[in-house]
């Protein structure tokens, strides 16, 4: 166990729906981002966020968004799902927004969209 | 254009090779990073570097700023190292990732 939680670990959906995946830094980590990695584009950046505040920003669509709740979990928001929206999504988190301590990954959640 | 290239793709070793994995970038950097991703899917931060060269077991990583190029070598290699590694670049405002250099070490 890594200390970052993510849920669900699996989802299926059907295209055109929404859905929200969650993640809970690990204990005392203040920046939290978010990465989708699929077969044909790799990993790719989507979005951070460093104590409630966006911090970054990477190549996350407008479909998509994320918010960093008080209690420091987060939510990424995938709606008008696509076929090519299947992917892992992964959360990982760091105690301070530059990383200079390390990341934690989560063990990802896996979205198929049929 | 891709911001990262790694080197090799693929890689097979016999157990106890020593291993490198090359990457380099295009980018200006704040840091890079390796990454490492077993079969199962999860995702395990190896190092994180911004300059010279970090050791932890059997792992070494380097970087060069001035040439934009970092390596990862493996020590005496073992089947658990079977993985696939990823290079990443933190430009301060954005992560870019290498594809993979997916390793095999066979007993």
């Known amino acids: 166990d890594s200390g970052v939680t993510q849920t669900p670990k699996h989802l299926i959906t059907a295209t055109g729906q929404r859905v929200t995946l969650r993640c809970s830094p690990r204990s005392g980590d203040l920046s939290v981002y978010w990465y989708q990695q699929s077969l044909d584009q790799g990993l790719q950046f989507l979005i951070q966020y460093y104590n409630g505040e966006e911090r970054a920003k990477g190549n996350i669509l407008e479909r998509f968004s994320a918010q960093q709740f008080p209690d420091l979990h987060s939510e990424l928001n995938l709606s008008s799902l696509e076929l090519g929206d299947s992917a892992l999504y992964f959360c990982?988190?760091?105690?301070?927004?530059?990383?200079?301590?390390?990341?934690?990954f989560g063990s990802g959640t896996r979205l198929t969209v049929v | 254009k891709n911001e990262v290239e790694q080197s090799p793709q693929n890689l097979t070793a016999q157990e106890g090779e020593f291993i490198t994995i090359n990457c380099s970038y295009s980018v200006g950097i704040s840091a890079l990073h390796w990454l490492q991703q077993h079969p199962g899917g999860g995702i395990v931060s190896l190092f994180m570097l911004s300059s010279g060269k970090k050791k932890h077991g059997r792992l070494i990583a380097t970087i060069n700023i001035q040439e934009k190029h970092s390596s990862l070598h493996i020590t005496a290699s073992h089947p658990r190292d079977s993985a696939v590694y990823i290079c990443a670049v933190d430009t301060g405002n954005q992560f870019y990732f290498g594809t993979g250099t997916s390793l095999t070490v066979i007993p």
């Open positions: 990982a988190s760091s105690l301070l927004g530059g990383g200079y301590y390390g990341y934690t």
